[in-house]
């Protein structure tokens, strides 16, 4: 007995899907990874202060030159320091966001019938998802594939 809310042929269709799906996952998976190991700088104050995160934008390094320390003027130093690591933690969700969509092949809104992608294509946050998790908690529809729902 055929269930009348699949069209005929229907069976196929969901079957590719699932395919592009687990496809686009290890794409996701990949990129993730990659991210992971990549890291980005960022500076300040002509380069007195470089900020390096990681793809997700984990602040890893941070180097500052002699010249901005001023022991009377600490107020400086401390903005040049933030300015450097937000740069950085910028230029990695840049990179991230770049990564996420070559990975999704550009989806960031919806596939099809099928749901939204939740955060797909957005920036890490402060750190990397868990292997197989998407940034921002995204969906696939509820089709309960692990990483993707």
Request: charged share 15%.
């Amino acid at each position: 007995m055929s269930n009348p809310q699949i069209p005929a042929g229907g069976g196929a269709n969901l079957g590719h899907i699932l395919e592009q799906a687990q496809r686009m996952q290890a794409a996701l998976f990949n990129a993730q990874q990659e991210l992971a190991e990549t890291r980005v700088t960022g500076s300040a104050g002509g380069e007195l202060v470089v900020a390096t995160v990681n793809g997700g934008g984990e602040l890893v390094d941070l180097v500052i030159e002699p010249a901005a320390v001023d022991p009377d003027d600490t107020e400086t130093l401390a903005d040049l320091v933030l300015a450097a690591v937000r740069d950085a933690t910028t230029n990695a969700h840049r990179l991230a966001a770049e990564k996420m969509s070559a990975a999704t092949g550009g989806l960031g809104g919806a596939l099809g019938g099928l749901g939204g992608l939740g955060g797909l294509g957005g920036g890490l946050g402060a750190g990397a998802p868990a292997p197989g998790a998407l940034p921002g908690g995204g969906t696939l529809g509820g089709l309960g594939i692990p990483g993707l729902g």
